[in-house]
Nanobody
Framework: QVQLVESGGGLVQAGGSLRLSCAAS????????MGWFSQAPGKEREFVVA????????DYAGSVKGRFTISVDNAKNTVYLQMNSLKPEDTAVYYCAARQGVSIRASPSDYDYWGQGTQVTVSA
């Protein structure tokens, strides 16, 4: 069983930055893929980015490429999402997720474990 706890959300002006953290308890990331998803009010959960637990491969949604960076610290069992040049349309609840396996997937249904989510609000 993997428990995920996100932190780092908040309110920021457009053009600002936030760093989200996802701490995992219960095991290391070895053999897992970690992902971040966003869900805006009234919309479905969307893929943002994913990384292999080894950190050697990532995949980004086109809307965040060049602005967001995912990283993993296996010593701390923590995944980070650095969000720069934030836009009002980035406003959403951001969820950390984990799936067993090393292939990167973009569908929420492919992920086995989820955090509770953290709110990111970007004002114009």
């Amino acid at each position: 069983q993997v428990q995920l706890v996100e932190s780092g959300g908040g309110l920021v002006q457009a053009g600002g930055s936030l760093r989200l953290s996802c701490a995992a308890s219960g095991r290391t990331f070895s053999g897992y893929t970690m992902g971040w998803f966003s869900q805006a009010p009234g919309k479905e959960r969307e893929f943002v980015v994913a990384i292999r637990g080894s950190g050697d491969r990532t995949d980004y949604a086109g809307s965040v490429k060049g602005r967001f960076t995912i990283s993993v610290d296996n010593a701390k069992n923590t995944v980070y999402l650095q969000m720069n040049s934030l836009k009002p349309e980035d406003t959403a609840v951001y969820y950390c997720a984990a799936r067993q396996g090393v292939s990167i997937r973009a569908s929420p249904s492919d992920y086995d474990y989820w955090g509770q989510g953290t709110q990111v609000t970007v004002s114009a």
